[in-house]
């Protein structure tokens, strides 16, 4: 690592998980490097989030660190929160964390060295390996050294980044959302994250910096240093009892996934729809449907909606 490292802001949203953004905290105080600030953007303005980052300022302090605590005003927002931190940040390297995640302590040094050794590099990130309490991966992990996060020219996407730990650092696609880095003047030429997709709990917003990066020939990197544990609910259990919540993510996950196929996608977007609806009737898909209706899952019901109102209801608006 060169003694003349870039100046680095991490940026973490958080929402009412004071318990995770503790852990998290306690993890970036064992990195083996620091960055110059920590930012903690809260949507929520929870009492138990703001004691979490105080009880720890000075700590951080003494490793050269400077913590800070965001409340946001009006109403929560992803794209709003993260475009928040590279309006208050001045460094050179900006990171986004989601507070959910415990980083390995080599997290921050390997993002630094991407950035380092491969100085073309606008972003880099890294692994968000699905996990449970115990930190115990719920996924086989995957070694391959080739890429596995894609974006095709129909604006199709696919992301391995909760199980796929490379064994050496390989360019990329796409990184995912809990951990990823940028450099902030490459960034903000881009204008930061598009608030279009800020309806209802926002999906794709950061897919849509990536591929605006790569459209404009910029590039990114998969670091397998840069690793982080993301924390998910236990698998099984019946989905007859998913929170209103839990169906307003599955219809806008599909929404804004037409969203983003209409703004990136590089044939006509109707071609892209027709690809979409293809695979969604796909043999596999109809039987998942039809499976899901006879356990009474309303998740794929408020998904499909969620394409139909994209491609109807959005154009109709536009």
Same mark, same amino acid.
């Given at each position: ?35 110059? #600030? ?32 965001? /409340? ?17 940040? #001045? ?28 100085? %073309?590099?606008? $972003?880099?990130?890294? /692994? ?49 959302? $809990? ?11 881009? %204008? ?18 990536? $591929?605006?990066?790569?459209?404009? %020939? ?29 169906? #307003? ?33 796909? /043999? ?35």
């Amino acid at each position: 690592m060169s003694e003349e490292r870039p100046t680095a802001t991490v940026g973490i949203v958080t929402y009412g998980r004071p318990q995770y953004m503790a852990r998290l905290l306690e993890s970036l105080l064992d990195q083996t490097y620091f960055p110059d #600030e920590i930012v903690v953007v809260d949507d929520s303005h929870a009492g138990p989030t703001r004691e979490a980052v105080e009880d720890r300022a000075s700590a951080f302090e003494r490793r050269g660190t400077t913590l800070r605590y965001l /409340p946001r005003s009006g109403p929560a927002s992803m794209p709003g929160a993260r475009n928040t931190v590279i309006d208050c940040s #001045e460094s050179d390297i900006v990171c986004f964390l989601d507070d959910d995640v415990v980083c390995e302590p080599e997290w921050f040094e390997s993002i630094l060295q991407g950035f380092e050794e491969n100085p %073309g590099m606008a $972003a880099v990130g890294g /692994p968000a390996i699905s996990v449970d309490e115990d930190l115990e991966p719920l996924r086989e992990i995957v070694h391959h050294p080739e890429n596995q996060n894609h974006v095709d020219g129909y604006g199709g996407t696919t992301s391995r980044v909760k199980d796929w730990i490379p064994p050496a650092p390989v360019e990329t696609d796409r990184l995912g959302g $809990a951990n990823m880095a940028f450099r902030r003047e490459t960034l903000v030429s881009i %204008g930061g994250f598009d608030l279009a997709y800020d309806r209802g709990p926002a999906k794709f917003e950061e897919t849509d910096v990536m $591929a605006r990066l790569t459209r404009e %020939g910029h590039r990114l990197l998969y670091h397998p240093g840069a690793l982080v544990h993301h924390f998910e609910a236990r698998a099984g259990g019946s989905r007859t009892g998913m929170t209103r919540a839990d169906l #307003e993510g599955e219809y806008w996950f599909a929404r804004n996934y037409v969203l983003f196929r209409r703004k990136n996608a590089i044939v006509p977007f109707w071609l892209s729809v027709v690809r979409l609806i293809v695979l969604g009737f796909s /043999p596999g898909q109809v039987c998942h449907l039809v499976g899901a209706l006879l356990d009474r899952d309303p998740g794929p019901l408020y998904r499909l909606r969620g394409y139909v109102d994209g491609i109807v209801l959005d154009s109709l608006l536009r």
